[in-house]
């Protein structure tokens, strides 16, 4: 099956800082990669997400580039703030598994004010 | 997010005992899923189901039982706790498996407690 790997597992910045977040892939057949950032004790919700068919996609201060070839995708967030301190999760997916997304181990990012 | 709920939100019960977690959602999406989060192992998949009456495994199925009668209901039974299953669970739902329309949803989880 699936795997997915995260790095690093704490990311500590300083407020208007940029962070970036990597995971890589095993299945090649996988075809899409969603972002989730949790914030303390509440549930996961998505951020951003990229299908295989682009390379990168961006809203406004968040952006996610994949590289299908290395199989890895990365999350990078500019202008850091303080309400960007949260849990954040990579996960990827493929049209044959029903919609079954496998996580990677989860990034707690901080950003220090 | 309203749409999508859990119950009881928080659980302590005793190893051997039968607990069983709700998840209902308004939405009427076809996919529902479960997940256990422990720190270091993110969100692992406990089950899944893509319609009434249709479950399988995910990646750690083993010592739960899941059932599907209705649409908007997936309730999430342990059916002898044991203390390892003490996690946060969280139900999520999706509209389609489409590779193009694949938000999940999530509930607010369950944190559940085995002693």
């Known amino acids: 099956g699936e795997n997915v790997e995260q790095h690093p597992s704490t990311l500590s910045v300083q407020e208007g800082d940029s962070a970036v977040i990597k995971c890589t892939y095993s299945d090649s057949a996988s075809n899409y990669f969603p972002w989730y950032k949790q914030e303390l004790g509440k549930r996961p919700q998505l951020i951003i997400d990229i299908r295989s068919n682009v390379g990168e996609k961006k809203d406004q201060r968040i952006a996610v580039t994949l590289n299908k070839t290395a199989k890895h995708f990365s999350l990078h967030i500019t202008e850091t703030q303080p309400e960007d301190s949260a849990v954040y999760f990579c996960a990827a997916s493929h049209i044959l598994s029903y919609g079954k997304l496998t996580f990677g181990q989860g990034t707690i990012l901080t950003v220090h004010p | 997010d309203a749409g999508i709920t859990q119950s009881p939100r928080y659980k302590i019960t005793e190893t051997g005992r039968q607990v069983t977690l709700m998840c209902h959602q308004t939405?009427?999406?076809?996919?529902m899923f479960w997940y256990r989060q422990d720190l270091g192992h993110g969100l692992r998949l406990i089950y899944y189901?893509?319609?009434?009456?249709?479950?399988d495994k995910g990646e750690v199925p083993d010592g739960y039982v899941v059932s599907r009668s209705k649409t908007e209901n997936f309730p999430l039974t342990l059916e002898s706790a044991t203390r390892s299953q003490t996690s946060v669970y969280f139900c999520?739902?999706?509209?389609?498996?489409?590779?193009?329309?694949?938000?999940?949803?999530f509930g607010p989880g369950t944190r559940l407690t085995v002693l």
């Open positions: 999520a739902s999706s509209e389609s498996s489409s590779a193009f329309y694949n938000e999940q949803f």
């Open positions: 189901s893509a319609a009434a009456d249709i479950t």
């Open positions: 939405w009427s999406h076809s996919y």
